[in-house]
């Protein structure tokens, strides 16, 4: 079974701090996607990785940076965490060009910023 | 671009009795369907998904969805829950070719009662 794994279910971080989301994909997949989910409003992507090094913004990108320095690890970043980002973080992973086109999740953090 | 509309915030129903979540979507090209589930304190997970072919796809656990082109729909049905259905239902879009960028809706949280 893929097994996405984030670094902490639950984190409170004060305003201004620096924050650093982490995802572990055990499946050797080559995408990578981190998603924010609010209450009504769904699952908003931030930002994507299609491979090592590679990335691109998603729908709301503001206030947020990512790295992948292993195929296996992908980092949210909050550079000053603002209270407006508290929220629930997805990470996922996917194999490209397959006809399953599934996204796996991983368990999700909860993040307060107070 | 794709969108989604799940017009239900929320869907209260008795178990054993027949529910459907109702999912719109619109997009000017050819699109995949998924329907995702997030049990409470867990991420999200594939129930299931219309690529092609048959327009009626089948769960595991006894959910079924149809594709429905000129109505741009892919609602969920389910003939009798039961009270470990309840969870929060994500539907999902994406265009059929280029980057497997998924669209959610903003859920619909079905609470099923004794």
């Known amino acids: 079974d893929v097994k996405v794994t984030q670094s902490s279910r639950y984190l409170v971080k004060r305003t201004g701090e620096k924050v650093f989301l982490e995802c572990v994909q055990d499946?050797?997949?080559?995408?990578m996607f981190w998603y924010r989910q609010d209450p009504g409003l769904g699952l908003r992507l931030i930002y994507f990785?299609?491979?090592?090094?590679?990335?691109e913004k998603g729908d709301i990108p503001e206030g947020y940076s990512v790295s992948r320095e292993k195929k296996e690890r992908f980092s949210l970043i909050l550079e000053s965490a603002s209270t407006n980002q508290t929220s629930m973080y997805l990470c996922?992973?996917?194999?490209?060009?397959?006809?399953?086109?599934?996204?796996?999740f991983g368990p999700g953090t909860r993040l307060t910023v107070t | 671009a794709q969108s989604v509309t799940q017009l239900d915030s929320q869907v209260p129903v008795f178990e054993e009795a027949p529910v459907e979540l109702r999912c719109n979507y619109s997009?000017?090209?050819?699109?995949?369907l998924f329907w995702y589930v997030q049990y409470p304190n867990q991420g999200l997970q594939l129930l299931l998904k219309?690529?092609?072919?048959?327009?009626l796809v089948e769960s595991i656990n006894g959910f079924e969805a149809e594709f429905n082109k000129s109505q741009t729909s892919f609602h969920l049905r389910k003939p009798s829950v039961h009270i470990s259905d309840t969870a929060e239902y994500f539907c999902?879009?994406?265009?059929?070719?280029?980057?497997?960028?998924?669209?959610f809706g903003t859920g619909t949280r079905l609470l099923v009662s004794p």
């Open positions: 997009s000017s090209v050819s699109v995949y």
């Open positions: 990785s299609y491979d090592v090094k590679m990335k």
């Open positions: 999902a879009v994406r265009r059929n070719t280029g980057f497997q960028k998924l669209v």
């Open positions: 996922a992973s996917s194999r490209p060009g397959t006809t399953l086109d599934e996204q796996y």
């Open positions: 219309y690529l092609s072919g048959s327009t």
């Open positions: 499946m050797d997949h080559e995408n």
